[in-house]
């Protein structure tokens, strides 16, 4: 077993975990933090989207030991339910979720292609979120969300 001490949502968190133990694991069942959804464990479906030192990773591709001295967010540190981020606004708003098992990484990606992407059409939008797969909603609620967003970062009337 090992410790690992790192900084989770702005907060510093030490947790043990075996050598062998995921990072996805490690937040859910270690640090309890349960937002980051875990379903292919593959690096495919992208539910387990965290942001790692400012840039999106899925924490089912790392080990919990690389979490190290890393600064990390998680879905929980985006909001609240009394206290939404915009983008789980706008989610909310337009309907982007059914489930909801990949909401979490959709919102993860989202934060980041904000911030790193002009995302200037919906085709753009749609290749940015690429990585995240959703078998509910088709998508189009999705990208309405996201289209939202561009719109009021970039001081576009809708
Ligand atoms: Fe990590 Fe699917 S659970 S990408
Ligand atoms: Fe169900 Fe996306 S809302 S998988």
Redesign the pocket.
């Known amino acids: 077993m090992i410790d690992i001490t790192l900084t989770v949502n702005g907060e510093e968190m030490t947790g043990r975990a075996e050598s062998r133990m995921l990072a ?1 694991d490690f937040l859910r069942d270690v640090l309890g933090l349960t937002g980051t ?13 965290i942001r790692l030192n400012g840039t999106t990773a ?4 790392l080990f919990a030991a690389q979490l190290e001295g890393a600064e990390i967010v998680t879905v929980e540190g985006l909001g609240s339910p009394r206290k939404m981020h915009s983008i789980q606004e706008a989610f909310r708003r337009h309907h982007a979720l059914q489930c909801g098992f990949c909401t979490p ?1 959709f919102l993860m990606t989202v934060a980041e292609i904000l911030e790193t992407e002009t995302l200037e059409t919906d085709a753009e939008i749609r290749e940015a979120l690429s990585g995240n ?1 959703c078998r509910c909603t088709g998508y189009e609620h999705i990208v309405r969300a996201v289209r939202d967003l561009v719109n009021e970062r970039d001081g576009v009337a809708a």
Do not use: K, M, N, Q
């Open positions: 996805s959804h875990v379903g292919c464990e593959h690096g495919v479906c992208g539910a387990c989207t899925r924490s089912c591709l990484g797969l």
